[in-house]
């Protein structure tokens, strides 16, 4: 947790710019009766009946400190999704880091022997060498600002019925786009000595040396 904690607090550094990463799922659902379309002074009228269509994965890759983030849109959330998603963080969002301070959960995926399953050892190092890997604690979900970015993109985005992958990516783009426009950030408070009185529970209790 004191990691995190640190690693939020370090200055901007163009050249080592940090990143907070996560995925979540999105339920697809289509309609089984066409909605009603708006009238004048009348709201849309949506059948409550749906159709399941599958789920879709969006991997959150987010810069807190610069107001920017991207989200990808995959079928799976496979180690290979994941490895694929960090290639494109590394050679596309962040091409011109000496270093890339990656910040994200211990999932099982999230591990370097991902990106040797997906790609050839020499390119698997190249990539890897180019990050500097964090990991939230174990239950400490709440300490990655990208976990934050995606409770935004459900409520603002993701809270209708979604019917299709195509939909999916199409409507999380726009949303990016417009977010990224507006460079809005994540103003995080919470630092290392708040964690030492306000969760002093988890610290260990020491005795005294005799």
Known sequence: MEETLNVYHRPYDERRPMICFDEATKQLVKHVADPISQKPGQPEIIDYEYERNGTGNLFMLNEPLTGRRMV???DRRTAVDYAK???YLVDEMCPNAEKIVLVHDNLNTHKPASLYEAFPPVE???ILDKLEIHYTPK???WLNMAEIELSVLGR???DQRIPDMTVLAKEVAAWTRDRNEKQIRVDWQFTTADARVKLKRLYPVLEPIK
């Open 124 to 126: 698997a190092r190249r």
């Open 156 to 158: 603002q985005c993701l």
């Open 72 to 74: 990808l849109v995959t």
């Open 139 to 141: 239950h400490g979900s």
């Open 85 to 87: 998603a960090i290639r």
